[in-house]
């Protein structure tokens, strides 16, 4: 099954398609999902280097600017 499967989604704006694609992403998953070991000890790993100050935020903007990099 494809987008063009459904022509009338594709006539959406992006706002709207992005949406929808956030809805059936988040109704494909539940907090009974497996979690990868390794994928739930990096991010224990992160959060607790963010809790404890050694990693910053950034900032939308420069999320989206590094995000641009090539």
Do not use: C
Request: aromatic share 6%; net charge positive; no cysteine.
């Amino acid at each position: 099954m494809t987008l063009a499967d459904f022509p009338a989604l594709k006539k959406l704006p992006k706002k709207q398609r992005s949406q929808l694609a956030d809805e059936l992403w988040l109704s494909s998953i539940d907090d009974t999902s497996p979690v990868n070991p390794e994928h739930r000890r990096l991010l224990d790993d992160r959060w607790r280097a963010y809790q404890s100050g050694k990693t910053k935020r950034i900032t939308l903007t420069e999320l989206e600017r590094r995000l641009a990099r090539p």
